[in-house]
């Protein structure tokens, strides 16, 4: 079984698993490469909590691998920005749009304080779309289930997100759920063309759209317009709840999933589940105009943060989405084999792998093999 999952990942990696699907969706012209050097300038955020010691360990890892990077680090005001309303300043946000790729860590947004969350506040004013995560077992840590390979794609822009919400009357709020054509026939025209990409057979649009027959009934008909123009590609229909309840009992009857966004929010956390925890799964977000803003979808984890017990994996696995995203692939593929082979070997792994490595050992295991 281990070889064949290698033999997965290996086929997975050849047809590009974390590179764009789309080229059409990522304009060339991202590169932001300063005139006396060959380094491409990315936007790093440290984040919260575990944030910068794990993203400590890209850099560290990135080093020893000779990655091309060069990184402007960005860090969250203390205070609200009125031009974001978000503790983002639109310093943040302009570093990203100008260097048009870059890392995210965790971020924590503290709970009905009155602002924008912060991962909200990225996709929004950068038009991040599609959030993208492959979510695959890992060879040599074991799980339930040792067959997951699958991919999903998550509208990123509305739905029960768009952050529309007001008081009726006293002791009564509303939210409302915003789908468009527009944004709906973006996504799954993405999530069809990833499948087609990446040697991918199905696309399961995921819906209630039984219950929520208007938007969700939006969103299938946006799915099956643009599935018509992929006849290679097998369409199919599933129920939220449904999904659910057949990823636990067999994930291997999917392969890409798209869904509006807060499906999409509780499916790819689910997914996460089915291979060990946020903490193995990568994740990159989408804009149509060329940005791609990978990132660790972990919590900060407050609580072991400056303790040295953080695992990078995610974060690590994600730059490497990034990797992908600018052709680095022979750097990102150095990068995916040692961090999979440390994992595999088991000889170093954090806490909640089971192990005791500290996030030094960890790092210093996977530089290693590089």
């Avoid at 924008?116 to 492959?134: D, F, I, M, Q, W």
Wanted: contains cysteine; negative net charge; proline residues 4%.
């Amino acid at each position: 079984m281990a070889s064949q999952i290698v033999r997965r990942l290996t086929r997975s990696r050849a047809n590009g698993i974390f590179s764009s699907a789309n080229p059409s969706f990522f304009a060339r012209g991202f590169l932001s490469v300063p005139s006396d050097s060959n380094l491409i300038t990315a936007t790093l955020f440290p984040g919260d909590g575990i944030g910068p010691e794990i993203a400590e360990s890209v850099k560290q890892v990135f080093k020893v691998a000779d990655v091309p990077i060069e990184w402007e680090e960005q860090f969250v005001g203390t205070e609200v920005d009125p031009r974001t309303q978000s503790f983002l300043t639109l310093e943040n946000l302009e570093s990203v749009r100008r260097n048009r790729v870059g890392l995210k860590g965790p971020m924590a947004t503290p709970v009905g304080k009155g602002h924008r969350s912060l991962n909200l506040t990225l996709r929004k004013e950068l038009g991040l779309y599609a959030n993208v995560r492959p979510c695959y077992s890992l060879p040599g840590y074991k799980t339930k289930y040792d067959d997951v390979d699958l991919i999903t794609i998550r509208e990123n822009t509305e739905g029960e997100y768009s952050g529309l919400e007001h008081q009726v009357v006293r002791g009564v709020v509303e939210s409302i759920k915003i789908i468009t054509r527009q944004a709906s026939l973006r996504v799954a025209e993405y999530a069809f063309h990833y499948a087609k990409t990446h040697g991918r057979q199905r696309v399961s649009a995921i819906h209630k759209a039984n219950i929520m027959q208007k938007t969700d009934g939006l969103f299938l008909k946006c799915c099956q317009e643009v599935a018509e123009k992929y006849p290679e590609i097998t369409y199919e229909e599933v129920v939220i709840d449904n999904c659910c309840m057949m990823l636990v009992k067999n994930p291997a009857l999917f392969d890409v999933l798209v869904m509006p966004n807060l499906y999409g929010d509780i499916i790819s956390d689910l997914c996460a589940g089915l291979i060990g925890g946020l903490g193995l799964t990568p994740s990159c977000n989408i804009g149509e105009d060329g940005i791609a803003l990978a990132e660790a979808v972990h919590g900060s984890a407050p609580d072991i943060a400056g303790k040295n017990l953080a695992n990078p994996t995610a974060l690590l696995l994600s730059a490497v989405t990034m990797l992908r995203h600018l052709d680095l692939h022979e750097k990102a593929d150095r990068i995916q084999d040692a961090v999979l082979k440390t994992i595999a070997e088991g000889k170093y792994r954090t806490g909640d792998l089971g192990g005791n490595s500290t996030t030094t050992d960890f790092t210093k295991a996977i530089c290693d093999h590089i």
